[in-house]
């Protein structure tokens, strides 16, 4: 407590007191003007001269009154959707329009409005304000920016020794927010310092956290609900599921137990669309899909087994390594695997080898991602090895519908563009993002943008399309800023996406008869032959000739070729042949 006292007394008591009296007048100098000095004055005419009532100061500060700023919710009682119905579930949204339109109430009111509108109605069609006197001239086309893009924001991991950034998540509120799981994936890294916490950063303030996530192990994946925005569902390096409320702070509401979680990391955990908002999935590299309800983590509701072979044994199950579930479609979701398989599982099956619908041998190495074309839930994109695929469930033992080059460096995430249906970004091991657009140019990217140095791990953009961040094995995220060219679409792009995608499916689907044909024919031509018993020397010269070929095709595109050294190479091998 501050103790306070003042004294008070006149200021003629204290301190010698002024004495002022009035005095006459005195010239103390008097210069007289000398005629002499005009001769070195230059008149100036006209004259401007500017005074300023205040001085001038090299630096000025001033205190202005601190505003207060919180932030509080409110209670919404009036119009929107209950609480139970998700706005974005159009099976949720129909069933419950179709209960208030059976009320009586809502028949009364629509009769009692329809006059009042109906008024309205004539009164603007009266008059078309919106009618079109010029419909013969063609729309002048906008001259089009070339495709660019701009780092905006680093978001830098505040703890030391640096860990991986494994998986970023936007705030489902206009994107005020994202999410970063913070994690080491190192084989037995065993350093002892090492950090747990992930962070949700706000935008505004990239600085430092507003909120830091505190769970029992690192989180591999964070993933907001997009219904209830304040749940944060994440899955852990033991394998276990946790989910955060961050009204309540950083630390886990509630964590599965550690018998009935996965036995490896959780590299996928996705939200589902139900009408309490509270159920989720979760895959891991142990082959198992489990599902979860966040009011009851005790032990999963249900659990699937990634066996191909469809004999649900855990020690044939290939390991999930990517999750993807689109709300278009409920019941189904793909599953990316270590062993380069993409398994398409259907949940409403009634066994669980059923519930294995479609398996696509996808890339040599693991799918490090796949994910829905957001307007075609059909067509999907995966990465792993070298390219980038793009497939279609209605070929289901056929390769790739298109896919990109090969790159000299791994290809480790990817996404699609949530504004234009055939654009998507990778990103690459040697922290280069590119941006394709296979409307335009199939065989090169349309961007090609150096983010950093070191690997790129996650992708993910907002939903307008914008903003991407990138996030890097040090720990770093960037955030992008993409040209408006690269997010916007263009008159008509659906449509000839569509085209495009349904033209590659029937070219895929002629090129995979054609060869059933011929390995028909083949199988034919052997049986009516007599067996004849292959010279295994022949076999490898003809396979050594193949493989000194391809190196040398490969030595001169690259323009590494120096003339004799392919005949010294070829030479050399034979001998060691």
Not at 94 to 119: I, S
Not at 340 to 368: L, M, Q
Not at 487 to 512: D, P
């Amino acid at each position: 407590m501050e103790i306070k006292y003042e004294y008070s007394r006149k200021r003629s008591e204290f301190g010698r007191p002024c004495s002022f009296s009035d005095l006459l007048a005195e010239v103390t100098v008097d210069i007289p003007p000398d005629p002499n000095l005009a001769e070195d004055f230059i008149p100036q005419d006209p004259v401007d001269f500017a005074v300023q009532e205040g001085p001038v100061l090299a630096m000025h500060e001033v205190n202005t009154e601190r505003a207060q700023v919180t932030i509080r919710g409110v209670n919404h009682v009036e119009g929107g959707w209950p609480k139970h119905v998700d706005p974005k579930n159009p099976e949720l949204t129909t069933r419950y329009r179709e209960e208030v339109e059976r009320e009586e109430v809502y028949t009364k009111t629509v009769q009692r409005l329809g006059f009042v509108m109906e008024h309205f109605i004539r009164q603007n069609n009266t008059i078309d304000i919106y009618e079109e006197y010029f419909e013969e001239e063609e729309d002048e086309e906008e001259e089009e920016d070339h495709p660019s893009a701009k780092i905006i924001t680093v978001i830098r991991d505040p703890n030391n020794p640096r860990r991986m950034s494994t998986h970023l998540s936007w705030h489902p509120d206009g994107n005020r927010a994202v999410a970063v799981a913070y994690c080491s994936l190192d084989f037995q890294d065993s350093r002892k310092d090492l950090n747990s916490d992930s962070y949700v950063w706000d935008l505004e303030k990239p600085y430092a956290p507003e909120l830091t996530l505190k769970p029992s192990s690192s989180v591999v994946t964070l993933e907001y609900n997009s219904k209830d925005w304040y749940h944060i569902l994440g899955g852990c390096y033991n394998g276990q599921i946790v989910y955060w409320d961050t009204r309540k702070g950083g630390l886990p509401v509630e964590m599965t137990p550690v018998e009935f979680s996965h036995r490896d990391p959780v590299y996928g955990a996705c939200w589902l669309p139900s009408r309490t908002g509270t159920e989720c999935f979760s895959g891991s590299t142990d082959g198992q899909v489990l599902w979860w309800d966040i009011r009851k983590m005790s032990q999963p509701s249900e659990r699937l087994i990634l066996d191909i072979s469809r004999q649900d044994q855990l020690k044939d199950a290939l390991g999930a390594i990517s999750l993807d579930f689109a709300p278009i479609l409920p019941t189904k979701f793909l599953v990316g695997t270590e062993q380069g398989i993409i398994i398409s599982c259907n949940r409403d099956a009634k066994t669980p080898p059923e519930k294995i619908a479609n398996i696509f041998r996808s890339h040599i190495g693991a799918v490090y991602r796949v994910t829905r074309n957001p307007f075609f839930p059909k067509v999907f994109l995966s990465v792993g090895d070298w390219t980038a695929r793009i497939w279609t469930e209605e070929l289901m033992d056929s390769s790739s519908i298109m896919e990109t080059r090969y790159h000299s460096s791994y290809l480790m995430n990817v996404c699609w563009s949530p504004v234009k249906p055939a654009v998507f970004c990778t990103v690459r091991s040697d922290g280069v993002l590119d941006i394709w657009d296979f409307l335009f140019h199939q065989k090169q990217p349309s961007l090609t943008f150096k983010v950093s140095n070191d690997p790129l791990l996650c992708l993910c953009a907002q939903d307008n399309g914008r903003i991407i961040g990138c996030g890097t094995n040090t720990g770093n995220v960037s955030l992008l800023e993409l040209s408006p060219g690269l997010c916007t679409m263009r008159k008509n792009e659906k449509t000839l996406t569509s085209t495009m995608f349904e033209r590659e499916a029937r070219r895929e689907k002629v090129l995979q008869d054609k060869y059933k044909e011929r390995l028909l024919r083949e199988q034919e031509r052997l049986r009516a032959q007599p067996e004849q018993q292959e010279d295994p020397v022949q076999t490898f010269k003809q396979a050594q000739e193949d493989f000194l070929s391809s190196i040398k095709a490969e030595r001169r595109r690259r323009g590494l070729e120096v003339p004799g050294e392919d005949e010294e190479g070829e030479a050399a091998a034979q001998e060691e042949t």
